[in-house]
């Protein structure tokens, strides 16, 4: 144990269990202070996310109480203003664990290498992943750049590693303060009337993270592979605001899951790949958090039409399964699966508007939001990203949503002018007969774009590079 004070940075990890950097400091410091360092830009961009964070600190600093640890909140224009002073302050160790985005990770060895100039201990632990980005290789050393071949390896070596043995928090002799211009989270919590929506969904707390995985593996995962892509249903686990803010370790889903067998939990398994597989593609390839991971895709020839791009993010587009996705998204910052599919395409194909555009405004809205996802998420729908669905087959709206929405149970549910309309014009409304004609509220639109016409406009798009 050592007189000097711990000091632990909390970036995405709201979570006691196999917090490392956290359980470390706790281990072998009297005192511990934690802190989380409010950057206003970054929720300028990601908008839904602060009040998730919000809520997140106002519960952690409690919970962080009863091991006499303070959560500290400061805010700061950049990180790199922040530790250059705390460079300038002594007796203190420093950790915390690492997030697998490019410029974070750089940013470490800046800070490590500046701790370590003036002797301050700084220890950098793994994040919330299975495997390491770098651990998980071809034979020759190079990066995978198919999904399956990754994730049975990546499998593979987490098994063989054998994870981690859970170490438990310790508690601290005496709670201090450690920074002298903190701030409380209520000068920084949104008022936006928007979020008080999200209430109605959601409860960030590793209580409830646990709570949401116990539920999910008892009731539906057996159903996984089946249900998972009918959004009416609850078929997933929704458990991504929760992974995005390290309120729970995808170790622990790994072996809470692994306690069953059945096929449902090797394809559960197989999306939290994805995430692994997502975070080493932005590692290896950064110039796909600028642009196009195919550089072909630099010469695509897309349109800019503000009407049409406000039309799909209101959720007014006329296609009913499109529009029931962005209003989903709207009312809860999240959106299932299927529909971000649906959507995405959409928007690249049938509006050719490039899929930035859709990357920007999910990162505003989600509260899942991870930049390894979105952007990989993006370049996926839109045929430019690797081992991508290519862009040559296009999503139909109306047969998308006769396949997974097939009562339009989902689409009513989001799209309240539709609740009336017959099951058989639900995903295609502008077809009604005078017989039920009236069953259509006349505010919602007709179809921005014919579907036929789009689908060979886009062709020929794709026909250019
Ligand atoms: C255009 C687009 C943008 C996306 N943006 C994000 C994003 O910003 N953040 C995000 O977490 N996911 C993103 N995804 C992936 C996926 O849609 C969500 O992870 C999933 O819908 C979350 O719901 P769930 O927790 O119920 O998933 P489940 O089906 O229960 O899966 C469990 C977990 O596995 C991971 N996962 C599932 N599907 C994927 C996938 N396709 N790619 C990567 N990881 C996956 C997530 O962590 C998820 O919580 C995006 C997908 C698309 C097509």
New binding site residues.
Partial sequence: MTKNIGLVWLKDDFRLKRNLALIEAAKNHDQVVAFYLYKKKKFDDQEAQKWWVCESIQEFKKKLNNYNINLEVIATDTYKSFFEKLFQKKDFSIYWNKTYEPNYLKFDEFLKNNFEKNRIKCSIFKGNVLNEFDEVKKNDGSPFKVFTPFWRNAEKYYMEKIPTKEKKISKCLKKISFFNKTINYREIYPNKQWFKKFEEYWIPSEENASKELKN?IVKRIQN?SDL?NFPYLL??????????HGQIH?ET?WEECNKIKHKGVNK?LA????????HSLINYFPHMLQGNYSKKFDKFPWMKNSKLLTAWKKGLTGYPIVDAGMRELYSTG?????V??I??SFLVKHLLIH?IE??KH??KC?L???????????Q??AGCGADAAPYFRIFNPILQGERFDKDGDYVKKWVPELRKVPKKFIHKPWEINDENILMLNKDYPSPVVNHEEARLRALAAFKKI
Avoid: C, Q
């Avoid at 078929?235 to 995005?244: D, E, F, R, V």
């Avoid at 999306?271 to 997502?278: Q, Y």
């Avoid at 999240?334 to 299927?338: K, L, P, T």
């Avoid at 899942?368 to 993006?378: H, K, L, Q, V």
């Fill in positions: 999910f996984y998972r078929g997933t686990s929704k458990l991504s605001p929760y992974i995005k995808v889903i559960f999306e939290i790949g994805w995430r692994e597989f997502n999240w959106m299932h699966n299927r971000r599919m959507v995405g899929w859709g990357e999910f990162r989600l899942d939001y991870n930049e390894a996802n979105n952007i990989s998420g993006w996926w729908v």
